[in-house]
């Protein structure tokens, strides 16, 4: 991700409306997965800290990101046990966590599977791995290309990368399936206006009443997102486990 990206990320991740969804329904899906209070969580591709932040009071979170200005923004926000390192290689030990966790960093990788792979070998038997990666290859756009995306994913081609690395997938489903229609209708008319040949994220700061509501929904469906099936949605969410 660009040096950039990471720094409006950092900015915005403590208030801004999917950031505060997302750390949400990391939590509740490490808690669907049984990870005990207190379990060792890697955070690999851990961007700007904020999952850290957010999951620091119940479990010991350590970090690692191929970005050296996303460590250094983990490492700011108080997260010691960060290290700047590529998921397709990790420098840990076998079986040294309880749980990995993959917020949106398969897709930026040529090789997902070998990052699946990495992920298998440092978890300890039993432990889980929580990945949600961005869903539905036709919603691909300049916010892809923005954020160096290889793919995007379908439940079949998320749950062969993670078979292939060991994994038993015991879970998947998708979110941000309310705003589907909004997100797509967004993406085709931002490309019809399209001036410039550079691309840039959906990323926006927003009017304060309109980010609350955003947040408010987000989290709803979060939570609904870990208790039922939803509709086809933005994002792709698995837990898989080491059998």
């Known amino acids: ?6 720094e409006r990320m950092y900015r915005l991740e403590d208030t801004y409306w999917w950031f505060r969804a997302r750390r949400l329904l990391v939590r509740l899906l490490l ?23 957010a999951l620091r ?26 290290v700047v390192g590529d998921i ?3 420098p840990l030990r076998s079986g040294a966590v309880d ?8 897709e930026h990788l040529d090789d997902d599977v070998a990052a699946s792979r990495s992920l298998f070998e440092v978890t300890r038997p039993g432990g889980v791995l929580v990945t949600t990666v961005p869903a539905l290859p036709w919603l691909w756009s300049e916010h892809d290309i923005a954020l160096q995306h290889r793919r995007r994913y ?3 081609t998320l749950r062969a990368a993670l078979e292939a690395g060991g994994w038993q997938v015991e879970w998947l489903n998708y979110t941000v399936s309310f705003l589907l229609p909004v997100i797509a209708l967004f993406r085709i008319v931002r490309k019809l206006r ?6 840039t994220v959906d990323l926006f700061e927003l009017p304060g009443p309109m980010n609350r509501i955003l947040t408010g929904l987000s989290c709803f469906e979060a939570r609904l997102a870990t208790r039922v099936p939803l509709t086809p949605g933005a994002t792709l969410l698995a837990i898989a486990r080491k059998s």
């Open 1 to 6: 991700m660009r040096a950039e990206e990471l």
């Open 31 to 53: 808690q669907r997965a049984g990870i005990a209070p207190g379990s060792l969580v890697l955070d690999a591709g851990c961007g700007s800290g904020g999952t850290f932040k």
């Open 57 to 82: 009071d119940t479990w010991e979170v350590i970090g690692a990101d191929i970005s050296p200005v996303a460590i250094a923004f983990c490492r700011s926000r108080g997260m010691e046990l960060s």
């Open 88 to 90: 397709t290689a990790l």
């Open 99 to 106: 749980a990995a966790l993959s917020c949106d960093v398969f």
């Open 154 to 156: 379908t439940r079949k």
């Open 194 to 199: 399209r001036k410039s040949s550079e691309s």
